[in-house]
Every structure is written in structure tokens, then in C-alpha cells.
């Protein structure tokens, strides 16, 4: 059972190129979000999903897309990166909506993005 | 808006001893849970104990234990017998409304 399996783990780009977070998560569950962690700052929401084609904007999704075509993957795109989006980039999903409430939530490892 | 406060960038402790790690915050939702999170150097995210609001009694997780007053909008994380394996970022989280909302951390250190 792997869990929550981020790629990549460390990524350095340049100002203006696009790149794409997978994360993918192999127990069923409805719920996945992505959250950036910065320096002095706690985890904030970028975007979340509720289920399969159902995708909505959390605290910071300005630069960010991202779509949910199958249960398992929910990958988070960045169109044109700016040094402002260096940061380390989680995944996490939960069994339901509910989770995000109760804590239960499942995380990745972290990728670690660097934008020159 | 839900705001999640930790006021202590960072706390040190002796090994074998006890620290307390306090965080506040403000929400208007009746329904909410709150809970601490350990981040060691992995980046790891660890559930270390989770608060009801609705419950009156503090949580508890073995050397772990909260202080939690809702009306002070407070709770605290107390580590007794504090161990060189406690070292790390600690977060405070408030889980309401489907998100979760972040503290900024704290980091503890443990002395040997």
C-alpha cells in the first residue's frame, strides 16, 4: 500500500516555465488537496477536490490549476512559474470531505520546488 | 475568517522534562476540531492528537496532552519526559468548514 505518492520530489525552474505536481493516492479516497508550506508560515490551502471531476479553490490558487479525472490522481499544475511559488508542495486526501475537519488526512512527502 | 495563532517560533526543553506549546485561534463555526501536527527534518506530517470542540474533556495520546479552553479559544500541547525523538516543527491546526487552517509552527528543540 504505498499511500500518497508525490513526483517529483525536488524540481528547480526557471521564471516562466510551466511544470506539473503528481500526486496520486491508491486507498479510494474521495478527498485530495495540495497546500504549499512556507518559511515562518503554516501549511496553506492551494486547491482541493471532493471527488472525480469536482475541484475548488482553497486559500492561495492564484498560478495553480488543477483537475481530478480519476479518483486516484490529482495533479497540480503550475502555467508559468514565478519565484514567488518556491515553496514545498503537499498532497494530502482523506476517505471524505470530512476528513479535512477531523484531521484524517493522508500526506505525501513534500516536493520541494525552487523557482530561479 | 478562521485564523490559527502560534506565538513561540521556538521552544527548547532538557531532555526528560516538560514543555508546553501554546496556540490560539478564532473561528465562528459551533463545529471544529483541533489538533497538533509534528513535522520532523523528513517533512514527514504526523497527527500527534486531535480536540473535539463539542468535547469538555482535554485529549490525551500517551506523553501527550492538550489544555483546551474554548472559550479562550486556546489550546495548548504539553510533551511530558520529553525525548531527543520529540524534536521537531510543530504545528497547530483548526479543521472546520472542510480546510484546514495552519499555525506557523513551532519549533522545539531537546536538550540531552
Known amino acids: 500500500n504505498a499511500g500518497v505518492t508525490q513526483t517529483p520530489k525536488f524540481q528547480v525552474l526557471k521564471t516562466g516555465q510551466s511544470m506539473t505536481l503528481q500526486c496520486a493516492q491508491d486507498?479510494?479516497?474521495?478527498?485530495m488537496s495540495w497546500y504549499r508550506q512556507d518559511p515562518g508560515m503554516g501549511l496553506r490551502l492551494i486547491h482541493y477536490?471532493?471527488?472525480?471531476?469536482?475541484?475548488d479553490q482553497g486559500e492561495v490558487p492564484n498560478g495553480y490549476n488543477v483537475s481530478r479525472s480519476t479518483t486516484e490522481d490529482f495533479p497540480l499544475r503550475l502555467l508559468s512559474a514565478a519565484p514567488s511559488q518556491t515553496s514545498v508542495y503537499f498532497c494530502?486526501?482523506?476517505?471524505?470531505?470530512?476528513?479535512?475537519?477531523?484531521?484524517?488526512?493522508?500526506f505525501g512527502e513534500g516536493s520541494r520546488l525552487t523557482v530561479l | 475568517a478562521q485564523t490559527v495563532t502560534q506565538s513561540q517560533p521556538e521552544m527548547s526543553v532538557q531532555e526528560a522534562e516538560t514543555v508546553t506549546l501554546s496556540c490560539t485561534y478564532d473561528?465562528?463555526?459551533?463545529?471544529?476540531?483541533l489538533f497538533w501536527y509534528k513535522q520532523p527534518p523528513s517533512r514527514q506530517m504526523i497527527l500527534v492528537i486531535r480536540?473535539?470542540?463539542?468535547k469538555q474533556q482535554n485529549a490525551t495520546e500517551n506523553r501527550f496532552s492538550v489544555n483546551f479552553q474554548k472559550a479562550a479559544k486556546s489550546f495548548s500541547l504539553k510533551i511530558s519526559d520529553s525525548q531527543l525523538g520529540d524534536a521537531a516543527m510543530y504545528f497547530c491546526?483548526?479543521?472546520?468548514?472542510?480546510?484546514?487552517?495552519w499555525g506557523a509552527g513551532t519549533k522545539l528543540i531537546i536538550k540531552p
Open positions: 486507498m479510494n479516497h474521495e478527498y
Open positions: 473561528t465562528s463555526e459551533s463545529d471544529y476540531y
Open positions: 480536540q473535539e470542540a463539542y
Open positions: 491546526a483548526l479543521g472546520a468548514n472542510y480546510q484546514l487552517i
Open positions: 494530502a486526501s482523506s476517505y471524505s470531505y470530512s476528513g479535512a475537519n477531523t484531521g484524517e488526512l493522508f
Open positions: 477536490s471532493v471527488g472525480a471531476g469536482i475541484t
